[in-house]
């Protein structure tokens, strides 16, 4: 089993829509929890983090963590077109091990 | 601050011939790491430093591949000889132990090998 799953797509939606994006994982132990977003030919750009569980918004986004399940959320509310990117998920414990999804392609349809 | 600086941004060579990629990191950040990239494989880490000392090389595919980090800005990684499977974007991340335990990535090295 994968530390981490991430469903690659792809995902299309209209503009204006509410996105799910969404990750699980194996290991009980990860504390730091981050969405990369990545636009084509760039490098991932991290995009939020949490620290243990619950929710953090920033804007538009709102990243949601529930330890108990091994699963976590990135909300994007009223999706723009410039959402149009490559998301990735991103876990770690303390230290230097970080273990990544395989990222979720989403595009957003004027 | 300038961010996790990579060069080259693209690189075309031919099976066989040396490839150095090159990276200076965030000012501050300690660590640092080497990531590839692939459509097939996803991000994969090749290597990682901590205060200059490469700490876990166990993503380091074969004997082709090396990397140095002589001083605290700056790192390399060396493919000697390149072959057409090497073809990927090659990330460079880094970290400040003390702060939040998230990365910066850089803009990539995008190399083909033909």
């Known amino acids: 089993q994968k530390e981490v799953e991430q469903d690659p797509g792809p995902l299309s939606v209209p503009e204006g829509a509410i996105v799910s994006l969404n990750c699980t994982y194996s290991n009980s132990a990860f504390q730091y929890f981050m969405w990369y977003r990545q636009y084509s030919r760039k490098g991932p750009e991290l995009l939020m983090y949490t620290y243990s569980s619950g929710n953090k918004e920033d804007g538009r986004f709102t990243a949601q963590v529930d330890k108990s399940s091994k699963y976590i959320s990135l909300f994007i509310r009223d999706s723009q077109p410039s959402d149009s990117a490559t998301y990735l998920c991103?876990?770690?414990?303390?230290?230097?091990?970080?273990?990544f999804g395989t990222g979720t392609s989403l595009t957003v349809i004027p | 601050d300038a961010g996790v600086i990579q060069s080259p941004r693209h690189e075309v060579t031919e099976m066989g011939q040396e490839v150095t990629l090159r990276c200076k990191p965030i000012?501050?950040?300690?660590?640092l790491f080497w990531y590839r990239q692939t459509m097939m494989r996803g991000l994969e880490l090749l290597i990682y430093f901590n205060n200059n000392v490469p700490i876990d090389d166990s993503g380091m595919p074969e004997d082709r591949f090396s990397a140095k980090m002589p001083n605290a800005s700056f790192s390399t990684l060396k493919i000697q000889p390149s072959e057409p499977r090497d073809s990927a974007v090659y990330f460079c991340?880094?970290?400040?132990?003390?702060?939040?335990?998230?990365?910066?990535f850089g803009a990539g090295s995008r190399l083909t090998v033909l």
């Open positions: 991103a876990m770690s414990r303390t230290g230097n091990q970080f273990y």
């Open positions: 000012s501050g950040h300690n660590s």
């Open positions: 991340a880094s970290l400040q132990d003390s702060g939040a335990n998230v990365l910066t």
